[in-house]
Nanobody, 116 residues
Framework: QVQLVESGGGLVQPGGSLRLSCAASGSNFGSYSMGWYRQAPGKQRELVARITSGGSTNYADSVKGRFTISRDIAKNTVYLQMNSPKPEDTAVYYC??????????WGQGTQVTVSS
């Protein structure tokens, strides 16, 4: 069982920066792939960024070059550094952990609003 708690959301101006954190409980954190997803009002939840247990990353085209996902295994935490956010990045951001044969776990979400 893995529990995920996101933090760091809030209001940010376009062109600013924000860092989201996702703290995971449970053991073997490093064996899970971790991802950030987002859901805007009236839209489906979509992948923003993902990092595998081996450290490989992939990003949605809309955030490439602006957002960076990273993980600190010692702290059981995954981060999403959001640079130069745009109003269209406004959404609830969710942390997800997954491992084949084990399952998929979601956090409760954190609101990010990009507005001047």
């Amino acid at each position: 069982q893995v529990q995920l708690v996101e933090s760091g959301g809030g209001l940010v101006q376009p062109g600013g920066s924000l860092r989201l954190s996702c703290a995971a409980s449970g053991s073997n954190f490093g064996s899970y792939s971790m991802g950030w997803y987002r859901q805007a009002p009236g839209k489906q939840r979509e992948l923003v960024a993902r990092i595998t247990s081996g450290g490989s990353t992939n990003y949605a085209d809309s955030v490439k070059g602006r957002f960076t996902i990273s993980r600190d295994i010692a702290k059981n935490t995954v981060y999403l550094q959001m640079n130069s956010p745009k109003p269209e990045d406004t959404a609830v951001y969710y942390c997800r952990a997954d491992k084949i044969g084990i399952g998929v776990y979601w956090g409760q979400g954190t609101q990010v609003t990009v507005s001047s």
